[in-house]
């Protein structure tokens, strides 16, 4: 069974993290998303929201889950049997930080491999610190992520 993790802070999820989760799906037998619990990073949204707005978006595909991890990725994919870590990448200095983390992943765990997916040219600025910094300030973000989240955000 092909098991993959797609970890980030999901804070908030976007379009353009449903489109690498879309396109990556023919992939995959099992897709889980993590959250992953980062210590440098001071989060928008409530990890149960996150969780919840994730869940939302593919309530009706059980090759989905999420999922809420602390500590290494390599360590959550050992527990949930993924031997793949997808990524998306936006912009070449995306690729660049994601090969030294990729690298270091499999340094640590033989058995697993990243796996690289470009972004849709359409989803190239949408990224969710943008999101949220547009949020913060008043503006307008449905264009730029799911209806689990827009109910949540604008009810």
């Known amino acids: 069974m092909r098991i993959g993790l797609f970890p980030g802070t999901f804070d908030p999820i976007t379009i353009g993290h449903l489109d690498i989760i879309d396109r990556a799906l023919p992939l995959f037998d099992k897709l889980y ?4 619990r980062n210590a440098n990073k001071q989060p928008l949204f409530p990890e149960e929201d996150r969780l919840n707005w994730i869940k939302e978006c593919y309530r009706k ?3 989905v889950d999420a999922l809420v ?7 959550c994919c050992r527990r949930i049997g993924a031997t793949f870590i997808l990524r998306g990448i ?4 995306d690729f660049e930080y994601e090969k030294a983390i990729a690298d270091m992943n499999r340094s640590i765990e033989h058995g697993v491999e990243s796996i690289f997916l470009t972004c849709s040219p ?12 547009v949020y913060k300030n008043g503006g307008d973000v449905r264009r730029f992520i799911p209806e689990p989240v827009i109910k949540t955000l604008y009810p």
């Open 61 to 63: 595909d059980d090759r």
């Open 33 to 36: 998303i993590g959250i992953g």
């Open 122 to 133: 359409q989803f190239t600025s949408v990224a969710s610190t943008l999101v949220r910094d």
């Open 69 to 75: 991890y602390e500590g290494l990725t390599v360590n």
């Open 90 to 93: 936006r912009y070449v200095n």
